[in-house]
């Protein structure tokens, strides 16, 4: 192993081959972030290490995937404190017997992402305290991912019967438990989340979201299809309802960093402003939908709030040609312009933001100062700092417990750290906490959008260029890799990819925001109400086409 491994942070350097001497087998350098090899026996120690002598407290995302010569996981590890401050910690296992130790120790969330690991490769992780499937049901033959998949054999899939997950662990003679099914037809599940719920009368015991409903195959979709044209109209389709030119620029991020393109100034303000306009539309729709979920108001909270989310989508619709499934961002910019006439696109934009003060006031009449909403939220699901830290959560979920972390300000990208905003937080860590952070960035995003009309008015006619020069072909080098993530309206959005060397990934995965958000929720329901589970659900904001991808 030659040379030093260090990463760099605001008071200087950490050795990490002091720090975790031989533990570290060999240098495996990411694009984004330095990355260390270790034995599969050694990965509770190294990333113990790690969390607490090097400040890597936020696991943000865990891939594995098979080469023909071993199976691998990695786990990215950045800190809440500074997110650039990144590293990669990969552990090789042999193919005949893929086993590692269990990150969950250490990081809560890894436990999601171990099992998707297992799920869809078949790596065994010791001592992982949940050891079984979770996109998949338990009697599925064989792991979809691994190379020697059969993918031409049916599968006859028998179904188990529920049983109460903690039967005779929580019993006593006072009291019996019930197991109750909630989703997917319930309508706060939005039909396709299913909850295994334990009750002891109306109090929740145990709560266990059941998540692979929707198999949409997009990682295996974007591994067959080509960086240049191809991979770009599926991140639309990954949170549907709101989020996509904020999906579609993760993947726009971490290819372009992969195949070092640099996107001209002119098209990053124009992004920027795209971006926050789809912030907008996933906010509305979160925030009207929770009024219909919370205290069943269908008349005046959520046709408002979708009303403003309709004029955001067409906003959107003047500036792409599409009301959701955009395909606006190219590698190395944006597709076109702004609209002609563009005084009049750039009018109807500022229309609507100058109306938007006096409708967050009515928001707040109707709903935060709504004594049975105040209610139903305020002091229920209650997401302490470092829990939310330890499941890693971001965006507002995160925000909402007082967690300063926010990639536009901490990562920057775009055009963001030339532009006045601030990261909204709210301590409280309630369901109602959730509630006001979306609700105060929505005010943030319009300063955002006000500042980058400005920019675009001011921009010189001759210099308004929307892309870059990028090759018709991209063939990024082989056995390159980065994880890359933006500030998503749901929270971190990452993308990692390997390149073999072909015009097509030979690896992609998707960080979801919803997935390691929706991991907390037995956390931040134990020991509450039914009704409050119900609240608790509908506060992390969870679209689970992005959740089961």
Partial sequence: MSGRTEIADREGGIDLETLLGEAILARDDHDNAPGIVVRPDEVVAVLETLREEAGFDHCACVTAQQYHDRFETIYHLRSYADPTRELSVVVPTAVDDPVSDSAASVYRTAEWHEREAYDLLGID????????????PETWQGHPLRLDYDQTKPQIVTLSEHANPIAGDERDPESETMFLNIGPHHPSTHGVLHVEAVLDGETVLDADPDIGYIH???????????????IMPYPDRWDWVSSGLLNEWAYARAAEDLADIEVPEYAQVIRTMGAELSRM??????????????????????????????????????????RMMFNYLRLGGVVWDLPEPREEFVTQVRDFLAELPAKIDEYHDLLTNNEIFQFRCVDTGILEPEVAKAYGCTGPV?????????LRRDDPYGYYEDLEWDVVTEDDGDNYSRLLVRMREVEESAKIIE????????????????QANVPRTLKPDADSEIYRAVEGAKGELGIYIRADGTDTPARFKIRSPCFSNLSVLPEISRGEYVA??????????????????
């Fill in 532 to 549: 409050d589970l119900i609240a608790s659900i509908g506060s992390l904001d969870c679209i689970m086409g992005e959740v089961d991808r």
């Fill in 216 to 230: 949409r195959c997009e990682e295996q979709l974007c591994q067959q299809s080509t960086y240049r044209h191809q």
């Fill in 125 to 136: 992780y010791e001592g992982h305290p949940d050891p079984r499937r979770i996109l998949l």
């Fill in 398 to 406: 995160a925000r909402g417990s007082g967690i300063d972390y926010d």
């Fill in 281 to 322: 539309a996933s906010h509305f729709i979160a925030l009207g939908t929770y009024a219909l979920d919370v205290i069943g108001e269908f008349t005046v909270a959520f046709q408002y709030a979708i009303r403003d989310r309709e004029l955001v989508l067409d906003i959107l619709e003047e500036l792409t040609g599409q």
């Fill in 451 to 466: 500042q980058c009309l400005d920019l675009i008015e001011e921009w010189p006619e001759d210099e308004r260029t929307v």
